[in-house]
């Protein structure tokens, strides 16, 4: 019911985004970078929801250089925008495209990591796609004056639902992130 109001927003945002928000900003990105502090393991291959106009993808893929992204928004103007954004030297590991992290068309067990920024969680699917040991990161910018932002609470009774292991919670930059890790057995 919210889909397509949801898409519809962020599609007439995109053109004006990023000079509105400055999504690059340090103290944006700082819930996420710090997250990512906390991996056991560099991931290879990352899923990051919601990138929006893809500051999040940039900063994964900087940080992680052996590491393959994949980048998706449900907005198609948001995601025009992130293509024009993704720097020479990061195009041949940034994939973007327009997809419902409700709905991932993506085999069970793709990615090490998703992780996503500011919007609404998906444990199902997050949990679907991640391999075993993989982690998922659910980080907000601004806390819990994010918009969608998700309470502690919520997601560790979502994670364990779905299989996935609350092992982290912590604050940086004006916000906060959660971290868990899939807890199933088997191989990578």
């Known amino acids: 019911m919210l889909r397509r109001p949801t898409q519809r927003f962020w599609e007439r945002s995109a053109a004006s985004w990023d000079q509105r928000i400055e999504p690059d900003r340090a103290a944006h990105l700082a819930p996420l970078s710090d997250a990512c502090d906390r991996l ?35 907005s198609s103007e948001m995601i025009d925008v992130a293509r024009r954004n993704v720097p020479p030297e990061l195009a041949d590991r940034i994939e973007l495209e327009v997809a419902d ?14 992780a996503q920024l500011n919007m ?18 659910v980080a907000s910018s601004l806390g819990s004056a994010t918009p969608y932002y998700t309470p502690e609470a919520l997601l560790r009774k979502g994670c364990r639902r779905h299989g996935l ?24």
């Open 40 to 74: 056991d393991a560099e991931p290879q291959s990352i899923l990051e929801l919601g990138t929006g106009t893809g500051a999040g993808s940039r900063m994964l893929a900087r940080r992680f250089p052996a590491a393959r992204i994949r980048a998706i928004d449900l």
């Open 101 to 114: 992290a409700a709905a991932l068309s993506y085999e069970d067990q793709t990615f090490d990591l998703v």
């Open 165 to 188: 292991e609350p092992t982290g919670t912590g604050e940086a930059g004006g916000g906060n992130w959660f971290l868990a890790r899939n807890a199933q057995r088997g191989a990578a």
């Open 120 to 137: 609404p969680v998906y444990l199902g699917e997050a949990a679907r796609v991640l391999r075993p040991g993989g982690h998922l990161i």
